[in-house]
C-alpha cells in the first residue's frame, strides 16, 4: 500500500486559513489522493480529492505538488467546526480507502 | 441530502456472545464496507462487499467476521463470537460505482463494547 505521512497534530485561529501537508513520495501514477475528515464522534467524511492539478470545492482547496510526492488541503477559513483528525489517502479507485493516523486539527477561537 | 444509517448505536455484549451490526446505505448505492475505530486509534478497513460477494477484506476480517445484504436495503456485520479486543466503533460505507467521480460515505457508527 501507498503510505502518507502527516503531522500528528496542528493548532489553528479561527477565521484564519490552515495549510495541512501531507507527504506520499511513494504515490504510483494510477493513485488519487483523497482527504476525508472524522469530526468528534462521527464517522469519516469526504472532502476532497485529486489526481495532479489542484482542486477546488466548496470545503476545501487541495494543492499538489508538480511531482506529486506530497499535497496541501487548504481549509481558506477555518471555523470551529472544522476541529476534526485530517487523513490524507492514496487510492486508485475508492474502493478500500486505508487510514493513516491523520493530523488532528485543534481550532482556537 | 441520502445518508448511511447503522443501529444500534451503541451494543454491550458478552464475551463469546454473537452480535450483528445493521447497516442501511444510501439506496441506490452498489459498493458496501465495513471498518472500525479502536478507541484512539486509526479507522481500519475491514470487508468491501459487491454483488452479494465479498469483493476485498483485511488480515483483520478473519473467520470470525462475516457480511451480508439480506434484502435490498439492510448491509450486516456478523461476529460469531465476540473477544475483547472486538470492542470498537464500526463504520459502515457505502458507495455508487468505483473510480473517482463517487466517494464514500461513512455512517455515523456503532459503538460495540464487549465485556
Known amino acids: 500500500d501507498a503510505k502518507t505521512t502527516q503531522p500528528n497534530s496542528m493548532e489553528s485561529n479561527e477565521e484564519e486559513p490552515v495549510h495541512l501537508p501531507c507527504n506520499h513520495s511513494?504515490?504510483?501514477?494510477?493513485?488519487?489522493i483523497h482527504w476525508y475528515r472524522q469530526l468528534p464522534s462521527q464517522g469519516p467524511e469526504y472532502v476532497i480529492h485529486?489526481?495532479?492539478s489542484n482542486v477546488n470545492n466548496r470545503m476545501a482547496s487541495l494543492a499538489i505538488a508538480e511531482d506529486r510526492k506530497s499535497s496541501t488541503l487548504i481549509l481558506h477559513r477555518a471555523t470551529l467546526r472544522d476541529a476534526a483528525v485530517y487523513y490524507c489517502?492514496?487510492?486508485?479507485?475508492?474502493?478500500?480507502?486505508?487510514f493513516g493516523a491523520g493530523t488532528r486539527l485543534t481550532v482556537k477561537p | 441530502e441520502p445518508e448511511v444509517t447503522q443501529t444500534p448505536s451503541h451494543q454491550v455484549t458478552q464475551m463469546g456472545q454473537e452480535v450483528i451490526l445493521r447497516c442501511v446505505p444510501i439506496?441506490?448505492?452498489?459498493?458496501f464496507y465495513w471498518y472500525r475505530q479502536i478507541l484512539g486509534q486509526k479507522v481500519e478497513f475491514l470487508v468491501s462487499?459487491?454483488?452479494?460477494?465479498?469483493?476485498?477484506k483485511s488480515e483483520i476480517f478473519d473467520d470470525q467476521f462475516s457480511v451480508e445484504r439480506p434484502d435490498g436495503s439492510n448491509f450486516t456485520l456478523k461476529i460469531r463470537s465476540t473477544k475483547l479486543e472486538d470492542s470498537a466503533m464500526y463504520f459502515c460505507?457505502?458507495?455508487?460505482?468505483?473510480?473517482?467521480?463517487?466517494?464514500?460515505?461513512f455512517g455515523p457508527g456503532t459503538r460495540l463494547t464487549v465485556l
Open positions: 460505507a457505502s458507495l455508487y460505482r468505483l473510480g473517482v467521480t463517487d466517494t464514500q460515505y
Open positions: 439506496s441506490n448505492h452498489l459498493y
Open positions: 485529486g489526481l495532479t
Open positions: 511513494t504515490i504510483s501514477g494510477t493513485d488519487y
Open positions: 489517502i492514496l487510492d486508485y479507485n475508492n474502493n478500500d480507502m486505508r
Open positions: 462487499f459487491y454483488n452479494n460477494e465479498i469483493s476485498e
